[in-house]
Nanobody, 115 residues
Framework: VQLVESGGGLVQPGGSLTLSCAAS?????????MGWYRQAPGKQRELVAT???????HYADSVKGRFTISGDNAKNTVYLQMNSLKPEDAAVYYC?????????WGQGTQVTVSS
């Protein structure tokens, strides 16, 4: 399984970005749990959002109401729409795929929030 993130970049506070994660390989996208995590310098990697079977979603409290995770089964792609970005959202964002004991990570994409 390979996960390739894209869509990171520099955005001003209050702005928006959409991250994409394209999955390939031995993955049945609709039954895996896909997620986004982030890691800021000097901090531990933390959960941002996940989407599982039946498109069930879960969000960290810090992003609820601002971020939206979604998936396109036909394209094996998961998205993270990020609105009202804050400086504290700046981090490397990682895509994650989980099915039972199988866990895969993407290489990460940098999100910088600065004026």
């Amino acid at each position: 399984v390979q996960l390739v993130e894209s869509g990171g970049g520099l955005v001003q506070p209050g702005g928006s970005l959409t991250l994409s994660c394209a999955a390939s390989g031995s993955i049945i996208f609709s039954i895996w749990t896909m997620g986004w995590y982030r890691q800021a310098p000097g901090k531990q990697r933390e959960l941002v959002a996940t989407i599982g079977r039946s498109a069930t979603t879960h969000y960290a409290d810090s992003v609820k109401g601002r971020f939206t995770i979604s998936g396109d089964n036909a394209k094996n792609t998961v998205y993270l729409q990020m609105n009202s970005l804050k400086p504290e959202d700046a981090a490397v964002y990682y895509c994650n795929a989980v099915f039972g004991p199988r866990i895969y990570w993407g290489q990460g994409t940098q999100v910088t929030v600065s004026s």
